[in-house]
Nanobody
Framework: QVQLVESGGGLVQAGGSLRLSCAAS????????MGWFRQAPGKEREFVAG??????????GYLADSVKGRFTIARDSANTVSLQMNNLSPADTAAYYC????????????????WGQGTQVTVSS
């Protein structure tokens, strides 16, 4: 069956960095959009960053305004995506989820078919 597995979360001080990775299995996601959402306690799940297929072996990246200039997303292979997070702040504290959907990128969580279990990122002040 399809699985998305995140790794790389943890505890970091404000201003620090973390790198999240997501590995998908069970099918080929080469033309799927893959990306990251996050959810803090008491808040809705929000889009962080995504990638969409733009040609054989190439992907376009998208970033939420709140993370531009600090986060970068990379589609490392058809079935893996990573999120480099720099200059983290306590506002970035959340559970981070990897997700995948057919077609292009979307910031709407309900459009995503596949989800990982999430990895916790905690940023201390």
């Amino acid at each position: 069956q399809v699985q998305l597995v995140e790794s790389g979360g943890g505890l970091v001080q404000a201003g620090g960095s973390l790198r999240l990775s997501c590995a998908a299995s069970g099918r080929t996601f080469s033309t799927y959009a893959m990306g990251w959402f996050r959810q803090a306690p008491g808040k809705e799940r929000e889009f962080v960053a995504g990638t969409s297929w733009s040609g054989p072996g190439t992907y376009y990246g998208y970033l939420a305004d709140s993370v531009k200039g600090r986060f970068t997303i990379a589609r490392d292979s058809a079935n893996t995506v990573s999120l480099q997070m720099n200059n983290l702040s306590p506002a970035d504290t959340a559970a981070y989820y990897c997700a995948a959907k057919r077609g292009g990128n979307s910031g709407a969580a309900p459009e995503y078919e596949y989800w990982g279990q999430g990895t916790q990122v905690t940023v201390s002040s």
